[in-house]
T-cell receptor
Framework: RKEVEQDPGPFNVPEGATVAFNCTYSNSASQSFFWYRQDCRKEPKLLMSVYSSGNEDGRFTAQLNRASQYISLLIRDSKLSDSATYLC????????????FGTGTRLLVSP | EPEVTQTPSHQVTQMGQEVILRCVPISNHLYFYWYRQILGQKVEFLVSFYNNEISEKSEIFDDQFSVERPDGSNFTLKIRSTKLEDSAMYFCASMWGQLSRPGANVLTFGAGSRLTVL
């Protein structure tokens, strides 16, 4: 099983839509979870950390289900500027200071 | 806003040549990383560095790779004898505290150095 798995997409949605991305991870001992955003040929940038109780930042909501080893990201009221690849990131199997990236889910928001 | 800076932004080299990629992490950060991303693929961990030594490395980080923090500010990745498959974007990243400490565990990436091996 891959350390971090994501549906690569692309997800094509119209402006204003709500879209959800899912991610599963293999290491039950993982403690740190993040969503990063990556624009084409740019560096990954932190979108939000994911906390056990779930957390929200504006139009973005992240949820963590430790029992199922599952993380989600919900984007409400999609904007054109949300078009990017969304990376699920978890601390690794062998080193808790190592972050492991999923392959990313590509989102395309159209007018 | 503090940032991680990387040089060069793009380097073209011949197979077998040595390459050094340079990074200046955020000044008060303690943990340093190199990641790479082959075009169209995922971001892959190469090596982490803490307290002047490698704390972890991946299978990719073989004897051809080395890292150094020669002074208080620079963090370098050296590839001794480049191969075609080393062509990728190399990202340096730094973090202030441990991953388990909320607020301290934001990993900040540089803009990357694109390496093309011919």
């Amino acid at each position: 099983r891959k350390e971090v798995e994501q549906d690569p997409g692309p997800f094509n949605v119209p402006e204003g839509a709500t879209v959800a991305f899912n991610c599963t991870y293999s290491n039950s001992a993982s403690q740190s979870f993040f969503w990063y955003r990556q624009d084409c040929r740019k560096e990954p940038k932190l979108l939000m950390s994911v906390y056990s109780s779930g957390n929200e930042d504006g139009r973005f909501t992240a949820q963590l289900n430790r029992a199922s080893q599952y993380i989600s990201l919900l984007i409400r009221d999609s904007k054109l500027s949300d078009s990017a690849t969304y990376l699920c990131v978890v601390n690794g199997n062998t080193g808790f200071q190592k972050l492991v990236f999923g392959t990313g889910t590509r989102l395309l928001v159209s007018p | 806003e503090p940032e991680v800076t990387q040089t060069p932004s793009h380097q073209v080299t011949q197979m077998g040549q040595e390459v050094i990629l340079r990074c200046v992490p955020i000044s008060n950060h303690l943990y340093f990383y190199w990641y790479r991303q082959i075009l169209g693929q995922k971001v892959e961990f190469l090596v982490s560095f803490y307290n002047n030594e490698i704390s972890e490395k991946s299978e990719i980080f073989d004897d051809q790779f080395s890292v150094e923090r020669p002074d208080g500010s620079n963090f370098t990745l050296k590839i001794r004898s480049t191969k075609l498959e080393d062509s990728a974007m190399y990202f340096c990243a730094s973090m202030w505290g441990q991953l388990s400490r909320p607020g301290a565990n934001v990993l900040t990436f540089g803009a990357g150095s694109r390496l093309t091996v011919l």
